[in-house]
């Protein structure tokens, strides 16, 4: 099966300053790879994702890479804000039906510090 | 758009009784939804994908006589942690995908907090 590797753990940034969470999987046919963040005690938000026949895409401050041959995937934010403090989450999942399942990373605990 | 949307968002009981969870997507139609439990500080676990219809799929390890998964339309998902113990005490979360010919997206309710005194 999938197996999908988070890192950092945790990052703290100034805030203005970017930051970059990296994630690797091992499933070759993975081809959606979505990023979440999460608040705490709240559900987890889509803020972007990327699907396999894309190398980049952006949304104002977010972007997120895709390397398929290297198998791996980053989000960037610039011009962090310290309302960006939480936990982000990275999954690939292979589009091969509707039942098909994400599988998450570990999480990055971002801090933004005035 | 795409809110999905889980009642209660708190709910403590006692140990042995029952507890139902709700999950419902409010602004589209869910073929598929999805029932994540997490522990504190630590990623989602998967437990089960239930469709519309049909009985759920249960991840490994993952107790079907224990949590009970009945998706009786297209708009709601309901989980029963049946005879609870305080080892069940968790943040239970259900996700949706879309009905689409193409879906990609999955989105995430707000989360029920269980507490089994």
């Known amino acids: 099966g999938e197996n999908v590797e988070q890192h950092p753990s945790t990052l703290s940034v100034q805030e203005g300053d970017s930051a970059v969470i990296k994630c690797t999987y091992s ?10 963040k999460q608040e705490l005690g709240k559900g987890p938000q889509l803020i972007i994702d990327i699907r396999s026949n894309v190398g980049e895409k952006k949304d104002q401050r977010i972007a997120v890479t895709l390397n398929k041959t290297a198998k791996h995937f980053s989000l960037h934010i610039t011009e962090t804000q310290p309302e960006d403090s939480a936990v982000y ?8 039906g509707t039942a098909s ?3 998450f990373g570990t999480g990055t605990r971002l801090q933004v510090t005035l | 758009g795409a809110v999905v949307s889980q009642h209660p968002s708190r709910v403590i009981c006692k140990s ?11 602004d589209f139609q869910a073929t598929t939804m999805f029932w994540y439990r997490q ?17 759920a ?9 224990k949590f009970l998964i009945n998706h009786a339309s297209l708009t709601l998902s309901t989980l029963t942690v049946t005879s609870a113990h305080p080892e069940d005490s968790s943040f ?3 996700s949706a995908r ?11 309710g707000p989360g029920t907090r269980l507490t089994v005194t």
Not at chain 1, 27 to 36: I, M, Q, V
Not at chain 2, 98 to 108: A, G, L, N, T
């Open chain 1, 27 to 36: 499933d070759s046919a993975s081809n959606y790879f979505p990023w979440y």
């Open chain 2, 92 to 94: 239970y979360i259900c």
């Open chain 2, 16 to 26: 042995g009784t029952s507890v139902k969870i709700e999950c419902r997507s409010l």
């Open chain 1, 101 to 103: 399942k994400l599988t």
């Open chain 1, 89 to 96: 989450f990275c999954a690939a999942r292979p589009n091969t």
């Open chain 2, 57 to 65: 799929t249960y991840e490994q390890g993952v107790e079907k006589d």
């Open chain 2, 98 to 108: 879309p009905v689409r010919q193409v879906s990609y997206e999955q989105y995430f």
């Open chain 2, 39 to 55: 522990f504190p500080k630590q990623s989602l676990m998967l437990m089960a994908t239930s469709n519309e219809g049909s009985k």
